[in-house]
């Protein structure tokens, strides 16, 4: 390549630069402005979604425990089909297991969970520390919704006691 045409190149992708630059300067709109703007937007309509299932999902409060439950009644839950149920109404289709559901939507830390996220749990008789045994939905402020046992469906602590014991990992499907 010839030095007039190197120069010629140069001038060329400096000029549509500077255009470019002068654009976003003129308007007031720079390019993690807008970014964060999208990424500000996806996150609000997530979690109002997401708090939309938990309250609804909240409506069931006192619903009895009962491992196995069929997916087709609201009179008695397993954590599984509690889920599955309150993301359904919201057109979310999850499948039937707590260990199935752990593997949907994408890896979320516990740090950075919003209402809505799915998360999992290795308690119970089944539980040796490494197998999901339990799912449940993040509520926000360090709080869970979900069913198991006595009182059935209800609002537990994260971070303390069973729960922040045997915690393993949550997932975002929304």
């Known amino acids: 390549m010839n ?3 190197l120069i010629q190149k140069l001038v060329t992708v400096g000029l549509c630069a500077s255009i470019g630059f002068a654009g976003m300067m003129a308007t007031g709109a720079g390019v993690t402005e807008a970014a964060s703007s999208k990424s500000a937007s996806a996150s609000s309509s997530y979690s109002s979604k997401g708090q939309a299932i938990v309250n609804y999902g909240k409506k069931f409060m006192g619903t009895p425990y009962k491992f196995g439950a069929s997916t087709s009644t609201t009179r008695v839950f397993d954590c599984s089909s509690f889920t599955k149920y309150i993301f359904g109404k919201y057109g ?5 297991t707590s260990v199935a559901q752990s593997k949907a939507g994408v890896a979320v830390s516990k740090s950075n969970l919003r209402p809505g996220d799915l998360v999992f749990f290795s308690s119970g008789s089944r539980a040796n520390g490494k197998n999901v045994t ?3 939905v993040y ?5 869970i919704l979900h069913t198991y046992g006595s009182p059935g469906v209800t609002v537990s602590d994260l971070n303390s006691g069973n729960w922040k014991r045997t915690y393993l990992k949550a997932r975002r499907v929304l």
């Open 92 to 96: 979310i289709t999850l499948p039937r």
């Open 139 to 143: 509520a926000g402020n360090g709080k």
């Open 3 to 5: 030095q007039k045409h």
């Open 134 to 136: 339990h799912v449940a």
